[in-house]
């Protein structure tokens, strides 16, 4: 358990729609970043927020986004969703804000499926 | 962007075996781990390993920084360590997320 949590575990819905994945990180950690795995493109960054900023953007699509709460929790939001969507979402976290030099650490993953 | 190589993509062992799978990539780092991927999905993490030699149990890692490459080594190996393992680095400089590899689908037979 790395103490990552992340919340549903599993998610099905339909094109068109709107999800919100959860992600709470590791105490004491104050980054988070999300990720995401898919079978064309492998795993990919998203985006990263460090004590509530955004910090770092990836490849994310202008349909998703994300925020970081005051304690310190993380919601990716999706909305308009494709059939390409259908993904395993990570969220992982750390202490710092800079990614290196530290272990990031990752949660169990959300996996989404649109139909 | 920095480019991460596995090799090799796949491994089918019998149960006992050893094996090495390698990880080389195309710029200096500053972060460096190994993840085995589950048959479940889950990413755990095994090393952190910028630099350096680990051992943990039957496992053990090494990177030479200067070379820009990792191997992983599995040792005795058991079927339980069927899954993906996956090699991930940050740029060093103003990177702050990991690039994965490819990864290394294993397979270990009864």
């Known amino acids: 358990d790395s103490g990552v949590t992340q919340t549903p575990k599993h998610l099905i819905t339909a094109t068109g729609q709107r999800v919100t994945l959860r992600c709470s990180p590791r105490?004491?950690?104050?980054?988070v970043y999300w990720y995401q795995q898919s079978l064309d493109q492998g795993l990919q960054f998203l985006i990263q927020y460090y004590n509530g900023e955004e910090r770092a953007k990836g490849n994310i699509l202008e349909r998703f986004s994300a925020q970081q709460f005051p304690d310190l929790h993380s919601e990716l939001n999706l909305s308009s969703l494709e059939l390409g969507d259908s993904a395993l979402y990570f969220c992982?976290?750390?202490?710092?804000?800079?990614?290196?030099?530290?272990?990031?650490?990752f949660g169990p993953g959300t996996r989404l499926l649109v139909l | 962007g920095i480019q991460v190589e596995q090799s090799p993509p796949d491994l089918i062992l019998q149960e006992g075996a050893n094996s090495t799978l390698r990880c080389n990539f195309s710029?200096?780092?500053?972060?460096l781990q190994w993840f085995h991927q589950n048959p479940w999905g889950q990413l755990i993490n095994l090393f952190y390993i910028p630099s350096g030699t680990k051992q943990n149990g039957r496992l053990s890692a090494t990177t030479v920084a200067t070379e820009r490459y990792s191997l992983l080594y599995i040792s005795s190996s058991q079927t339980t360590d069927s899954g993906v393992y996956f090699c991930?680095?940050?740029?060093?400089?103003?990177?702050?997320?990991?690039?994965f590899g490819s990864g290394t689908q294993l397979t270990v037979l009864p």
């Open positions: 105490s004491g950690d104050l980054s």
């Open positions: 992982a976290s750390s202490v710092g804000p800079t990614g290196g030099g530290e272990t990031q650490y």
């Open positions: 991930a680095v940050v740029r060093s400089g103003s990177a702050r997320q990991l690039t």
């Open positions: 710029d200096s780092v500053n972060n």
